[in-house]
């Protein structure tokens, strides 16, 4: 896996102070379901990589830090090679708690604006997202080719729906 240069200390929000990088910016809900599929609204966060980058940091600068140890003992038993574990390791769980947290709802409101969109079932709708290989516009396709039709058709939905289809 190739890790990007850690970013530089910029502005953030004290509220996800873990995050180094910028979250993915989500269409509002009147753009329709096709169009914030399209623009990856309902895709697998970066959050698990970026987690993974932690790690990679954390190695880096405890190389550094072994490196330059000046002490008589083990650099591994020092209380600054354990700090700046504890520091790296706080980050990355919290990543992966919010990486399962936004996966988990992204899942749950894709199905809720599939079930929504079309006259289908969630238990029909887990059952064939459980088995579908593909992307997720290829999914709404298929659940609109299966499906009885739109719930609320309208002109905007039916000519989105033909041109994702060629």
């Not at 970013?7 to 929000?13: A, I, V, Y």
């Not at 990856?40 to 790690?55: N, V």
């Not at 600054?80 to 574990?85: N, T």
């Not at 290829?138 to 058709?153: C, E, N, Q, T």
């Amino acid at each position: 896996m190739k890790v990007p240069p850690k970013p530089k200390r910029g502005k953030r929000s004290p509220f996800y102070w873990w995050r180094r990088w910028k979250t993915h910016k989500c269409l509002p809900a009147k753009a329709g379901l096709l169009a914030r599929i399209q623009n990856g609204d309902f895709e697998y966060t970066k959050l698990f990589e970026w987690a993974e980058y932690e790690l990679h940091y954390m190695q880096d600068e405890l190389d550094v830090f072994v490196k330059n140890y000046q002490g008589f003992d083990n650099p591994e038993t020092d209380t600054q090679y354990l700090d700046i574990q504890k520091r790296y390791r706080k980050r990355y769980n919290k990543l992966i708690e919010d990486a399962h947290e936004t996966e988990d709802k992204c899942l749950n409101k894709l199905v809720d604006e599939l079930v929504k969109e079309f006259i289908i079932t969630k238990e029909e709708l887990w059952e064939i997202m459980e088995t579908f290989g593909d992307t997720t516009e290829k999914l709404y396709i298929h659940v609109a080719s299966i499906s009885d039709g739109f719930r609320k058709p309208n002109k905007k939905k039916v000519a989105q729906l033909l041109k994702a289809r060629i």
